[in-house]
């Protein structure tokens, strides 16, 4: 509350002439800033939670006197932090930077760094008026400023009335632009004159060309015929290039299942090493069954001869229990035959679904493959040549993505490919099916959709991953072309058309999406 007190009292005493002597320079700038950013309102400013002042000067008595306003005083119930201006140093979330006398010639640079930015210019005395926000203005009795309204609502910031009540003057744009005009129409006749000894020259000049032209027509005719061969060698090498990136990109594909199937191999043989032991197992118990069995005829054997009197009631009998031990011991067999049988069945299931999967999933991502994807692309034009369901795709190309690799290495960009996948995945109908096609290139197939909502699920998209983070300095953000198949269409035609509307949103901007038409 002192502080504050101080604060008003210190304006009155500048806005009185008598007593601007007896205050100090940095005093006043400071007490200036201060009331500049309580009188001024950032977009979505409940969100903020602290303001950041950015201080460029060299003046250190000005810096420590900001560096002490920051610890006594809170800015809109909020705290306040300065920064003292590195120029190896990259700033972010700032609201405000205040820009002194020493510093002009960074001026330029930082106010158009911060362009798109919701940030708030304070210069010291800076003489371009055009690009000034807030700017103080020293004379020989007092310090005042000057506000360039036009400047602060570009950047979305709103001003409080209260603040020309400080004293400051609003800078007069229409002046500001006539002056341009009038140094402008001076540039211009200087140039026109220019233009009339140019063409002076020129008139002396064409004399001297022409006869230098019949050599050059000889010449032009050559450099055609060399054009043509340089045209034909480069459309010949462009076409190696696109052969070698797809021979390479199967090869890639190819050693991964190869990798895969090695693997699942050494698995799929373990489980018949497995197998086989049980089976040992097996023939062990049943020849212990055959041992016994044995054991047993020569006891009956023994039993007979004892009991030689009742031989035809023991014979009976003897024959009705073999025939009921023969049954047991066929049981049992195929009992042991039919768990082995279960056994190697189940392992052989297993392993048809692991190939199975291996031949449509796309290892890295967790994403169907080129293959699947082709083989669903031709089931629903058969859907639409029966029913006229129509379908679109969606062709992705991950923005910069050899920048990426190059800068933070595979591991990231495989994370990077990661990370996308599993968004698109989660970000699409169950009936969409995506696949990763080729690289950082992906393919979302969107049966029962015609281009308008094909298009606003690619915008959707585009925003998400945009949005994300994926753990660098750099945003990441993909390009889309989408394409719709018709009565005139073939696979080979939509996956083209799709192609062609990508290379279209890369070559304009990136991060956008673009629909063959």
């Known amino acids: 509350m002192k502080f504050f007190i101080y604060i008003i009292t210190l304006f009155l005493i500048i806005n009185n002439t008598m007593h601007a002597q007896e205050t100090k320079e940095e005093q006043v700038k400071v007490a200036y800033v201060y009331n500049f950013l309580q009188n001024i309102s950032w977009q979505n400013e409940n969100k903020i939670g602290k303001y950041r002042l950015l201080v460029a000067s060299k003046n250190e008595t000005l810096k420590n006197m900001f560096l002490m306003l920051a610890s006594r005083k809170q800015l809109k119930n909020k705290n306040l932090e300065v920064l003292i201006y590195d120029e190896n140093k990259n700033y972010k979330n700032i609201q405000a930077i205040y820009i002194g006398t020493s510093f002009d010639e960074i001026y330029e640079k930082v106010f158009f760094e911060y362009e798109k930015e919701n940030t708030l210019f304070i210069s010291d005395g800076y003489e371009d008026k055009k690009q000034v926000m807030i700017n103080l203005i020293k004379d020989e009795t007092k310090i005042t400023f000057e506000i360039n309204k036009a400047n602060i609502l570009n ?79 480069d459309t010949q090498t462009q076409l190696l290039e696109v052969q070698k990136r797809q021979l390479e990109e199967q090869k890639k594909e190819l050693n991964t299942i190869y990798s895969t199937i090695k693997q699942e191999k050494e698995k799929l043989s373990n489980a018949v090493l497995e197998a086989n032991e049980k089976e040992k197992m097996l023939k062990s ?113 991950v923005d910069f993505f050899k920048k990426i690799n190059d800068t933070y290495g595979h591991d990231k960009g495989d994370f990077v490919i990661k990370r996308i996948s599993n968004l698109l995945k989660q970000n699409i109908r169950d009936s969409d099916i995506c696949a990763r096609w080729g690289g950082e290139e992906f393919l979302i197939l969107v049966p029962n959709n015609n281009l308008d909502g094909a298009l606003i699920l690619a915008n959707n998209l585009k925003e998400l991953i945009e949005k994300n983070n994926f753990e660098i300095k750099e945003n990441v953000t993909i390009s889309i072309g989408v394409s719709t198949f018709d009565e005139n269409s073939s696979q080979e035609k939509l996956l083209k058309s799709a192609d062609i509307a990508l290379y279209k949103a890369k070559n304009e901007s990136r991060n956008k999406t673009v629909i063959y038409s």
Do not use: C, W
């Open 285 to 397: 118990l049943v020849n212990l069954q055959i041992d016994k069995q044995k054991e047993f005829e020569n006891a009956k054997i023994k039993l007979e001869h004892l009991n030689s009197q009742i031989e035809e009631e023991k014979n009976n009998l003897l024959i009705k229990e073999s025939i009921i031990a023969d049954q047991k011991n066929k049981i049992l067999i195929f009992g042991a035959l039919f768990i082995i049988i279960l056994i190697l069945g189940i392992n052989g299931i297993r392993q048809n679904l692991l190939l199975k999967n291996l031949s449509q999933i796309d290892t890295l991502s967790g994403l169907y493959n080129r293959r699947f994807m082709n083989k669903k692309i031709e089931e629903e034009i058969s859907k639409y040549k029966r029913y006229k369901i129509p379908f679109s795709v969606l062709l992705i190309d």
């Open 155 to 233: 950047r979305s910031l709103e001003i409080s009335p209260n603040l020309i009540l400080l004293g400051g003057t609003e800078i007069d744009v229409a002046k500001l632009y006539k002056t341009s005009q009038d140094a402008l129409k001076e540039q211009k006749e200087t140039i026109s004159s220019l233009n009339q000894k140019i063409e002076t020259k020129n008139t002396e000049l064409n004399s001297k060309i022409s006869s230098i032209e019949e050599q050059k027509i000889l010449i032009t005719k050559q450099t055609k015929n060399i054009k043509n061969y340089e045209d034909k060698l």
